[in-house]
């Protein structure tokens, strides 16, 4: 699929990205392409997308939140219903039917990592479901302090992470721990904002900085 004069700014960016997130999608080329397929026929639709490309974003982080909020990553409630599996169970915890709000929202991995995250934010938050959870980014993170950029990078890399994580014990039997994931995501963020622009002698910015290992 190649892009047109006539293809929207963020079409063009996944297309670019495509060979970058096909892996971590792990889905066969002829899914992608309907993945793809989807996107472009629905991206319009979605008020969503200042949450996810904004200047300081992470390109691959960003796809695979984007195509989370659209519900096209291929999770097992996905491809159960389409007959490319007979197996629905969620690997992170073997207990529960792996959807896209369990994976990013409900389960013990994404609570647990998501604390950690709001933590280091200086946060304390309820449980929020997937939706909720949207909608008080969505209507919270505006602007350009410091602390919206932070949680909009965060946000994004949290459901890449997470999505990395299931399909590394899914194809390569491998585990990592909320913290090893937590401690990736600290490193994203801090070096994408080392060396930025922001006043460091604010108070609130001092303790972020701090927490976040921003330089
Ligand atoms: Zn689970």
Redesign the pocket.
Known sequence: MTSSATSSYIFKKLLKLKTEVIPILDVGIMNAKGIWEEVRIKHDKVPWQKLIWFPLHIPKFSVIAWLAILDRLPTRERLLRIGLTINGQ???????F?TRN??FAD???ATSLWNGILHLSLLSLPHMSWENKLTWAYSTWKGKSLLTSIMKIARNAFIYKIWEERNRRMFQGKSRTAEDLLDSIKESVGAQHRNRDFNRLDNVNRLLCNNWNIG
Not at 90 to 96: F, Q, R, S
């Open positions: 969620c690997i992170l915890c073997n207990a529960a792996e369990h994976l389960s013990i991995m």
